[in-house]
């Protein structure tokens, strides 16, 4: 047997792009509650075989971001309960992990992305752009998260990470929740700066208590909004 040849790979991946697409697509509700996912549609709309999309949804439904409904899969809605399961769940590893993050910082080079994240913050609520104020947002997680040391704790805040960015889609739409949502960002920032871990979990365990408030208060919004809609049609 010739032990110099390699076996074959998987196409770069397929299954795992395939399940990053639509995890952010479910993330930014350009997938959205309610909404079916069928695997013959979506195969031909990725271009892609069936296989790894079969792939990508069983690996999103173990994840709870879609529930199986007949033959294909659907986007639930959340409810209360998983909700409340969501931030008790970040509330016990967000502030651990930015503390081990801390920890990892050697010189302001490591620093550099969450810094710029903020700077694009900064300028994205300056101009009221939303969109570019979740971008902004979502990379300044993502660098801080790139910092925690431990690697299994590191991939349990990546299962929730679509959830999460679903959750910021529903509230950073508000002037008030993206002022609460920078100052935390603002907050976390400074304790990594002066390289304390205990300011860093404080700071995090305060912004997601703002993030919860934000949340429910939009989703109390929403369903004031419902109510509305289904009374004037009813008249």
Do not use: C
Request: aromatic share 4%; proline share 3%.
């Amino acid at each position: 047997m010739n032990t110099s040849i390699k076996p074959l790979d998987r196409p770069a991946g397929l299954a795992d792009r395939v399940y990053h697409q639509l995890r952010d697509n479910i993330g930014s509700h350009q997938i959205r509650p309610g909404e079916r996912l069928q695997e013959v549609s979506l195969a031909a709309q990725l271009g892609v075989s069936r296989t790894p999309v079969r792939e990508a949804l069983a690996r999103l439904e173990s994840e709870g971001m879609i529930a199986m409904e007949g033959r294909g899969f659907v986007v639930p809605e959340l409810t209360d309960a998983d909700i409340e399961e969501i931030y008790q769940l970040r509330f016990l590893l967000e502030p651990a992990a930015v503390s081990s993050a801390v920890v990892e910082v050697g010189s302001a080079a490591d620093l550099a992305s969450m810094t710029a994240a903020i700077e694009d913050a900064v300028a994205a609520e300056k101009d009221g752009d939303f969109r570019a104020f979740l971008e902004a947002n979502s990379r300044f997680h993502n660098a801080w998260r790139a910092l925690v040391p431990n690697r299994r704790m590191s991939k349990l805040l990546d299962q929730y990470v679509g959830h999460v960015r679903f959750l910021r889609v529903l509230t950073l739409g508000d002037a008030s929740a993206r002022k609460a949502a920078l100052s935390g960002m603002k907050n976390i920032h400074a304790a990594f700066k002066k390289r304390d871990a205990e300011a860093a979990a404080g700071a995090m365990h305060k912004h997601l208590q703002a993030a919860k408030h934000s949340l429910i208060q939009a989703i109390e919004q929403i369903d004031r909004e419902k109510e509305a809609e289904q009374a004037a049609s009813a008249h």
